[in-house]
């Protein structure tokens, strides 16, 4: 089924309150044609407030919302060139997977619309089920008849909020690429609300991360991961070792020394610091090398995971590290000390 390009969204300035608390707080962010944009962050954070604003469900307190040339902000959900889908899927259970798909194709002509339902099948791979009953179907499969019935109508702009939630681990993860090949296929604009991190960064062409009603870093799923602006952007992203320490003079090709109780490391700095600053070095678990220059450790535990070791380092404070490598990597009995390093375009410094 041919799609047509979404024109850009902009949301400028976009604020919700409720009372004087700030639910969505002086959102700005432009929407690439064809692009597929995660919203991540934890529950209460204000992702689905800035979502249901954008389909029209909430009203904003100040700000505008532009679809291409159009201004959205004052239209009602049903005037809007957008749709959205719920994480509930709302299929009536009386009617059958076509007669679901094609509820919304009034006024189009009977033929015209078994047309369009025949290829929304087909798109989301369930073209002989049109005649199944909802209760009938894997979870997996009223999530597509629920996707197919969200694009009955080509809408400019599709929305989802938390779409994959009530899927188990395994039949996410499936969905997850069926989801991101039929957003390709259309080239229709997603804007997908979630809280996991490892679904956003599956999914995302880029991700906004929000926090306290606002967004706070957007960048690409790589960006975020290994360059996050913010101790909470990191944490969020995935499992981090932060060490403290105060950030050293300049060093060369952006990288600055930090002192920490146990020595001296090296990493990118995040933002402009001063000297003396205090500053946490973020650095994940895989690039933590056992065996190299740097901080001494003991090992507390270690776990064998097949392809890797999860390791639990102990710096001399009692703090800990964690690690993942290889389990050649180095010779490293639970009990023995030995050091830790890492390369400094590996760790990023942040403030404390």
């Not at 390009?5 to 009372?19: F, I, S």
């Not at 205090?278 to 740097?294: I, K, S, T, Y």
């Not at 070791?309 to 639970?334: E, M, N």
Request: aromatic share 4%; glycine share 12%.
């Amino acid at each position: 089924m041919p799609g047509t390009p979404a024109p850009r969204l902009r949301l400028e300035d976009l604020t919700k309150l409720y009372g004087t608390h700030r639910a969505v707080d002086a959102v700005t962010l432009d929407l690439e044609p064809d692009e597929f944009f995660c919203l991540l962050g934890p529950s209460g954070c204000g992702k689905s407030t800035l979502l249901r604003m954008i389909a029209g469900f909430e009203v904003p307190s100040s700000g505008h919302i532009r679809l291409g040339d159009e201004n959205l902000t004052a239209l009602p959900p049903h005037r809007r060139p957008v749709n959205m889908m719920f994480q509930s899927y709302a299929l009536f259970p009386h009617m059958s997977v076509a007669s679901n798909v094609g509820y919304g194709l009034k006024g189009i002509g009977r033929v015209a619309a078994a047309a369009r339902v025949a290829d929304l099948l087909r798109l989301v791979r369930l073209d002989g089920f049109g005649d199944r009953r909802p209760d009938t179907l894997s979870g997996g499969q009223r999530q597509r008849v629920a996707l197919a019935r969200a694009l009955a109508r080509e809408p400019k702009l599709l929305l989802l909020d938390e779409p994959l939630g009530a899927l188990d681990r395994g039949l996410r993860e499936e969905t997850q690429g069926e989801l991101r090949a039929v957003q390709r296929r259309l080239g229709t604009a997603f804007v997908v609300v979630t809280h996991d991190p490892e679904e956003a960064m599956m999914l995302a062409d880029r991700i906004g991360v929000m926090e306290g009603g606002r967004l706070v870093q957007v960048g690409k799923p790589e960006v975020l991961y290994r360059r996050p602006a913010s101790r909470f952007v990191a944490g969020l992203l995935g499992d981090v070792n932060f060490i403290p320490g105060r950030l050293g003079s300049e060093g060369s090709g952006g990288e600055r020394p930090v002192r920490t109780p146990h020595g001296d490391v090296r990493g990118a700095a995040a933002t402009q610091l001063a000297e003396g600053a205090p500053v946490l070095v973020a650095v994940r678990p895989e690039d933590l090398v056992l065996g190299a220059d740097g901080l001494p450790v003991v090992v507390a535990d270690a776990t064998f995971l097949g392809d890797r070791v999860r390791r639990t380092l102990r710096l001399p404070d009692g703090s800990i590290l964690r690690a993942s490598g290889r389990p050649a990597d180095a010779d490293a009995p639970v009990g023995s000390w030995t050091h830790v390093g890492f390369a400094p375009e590996a760790a990023v410094i942040l403030p404390a």
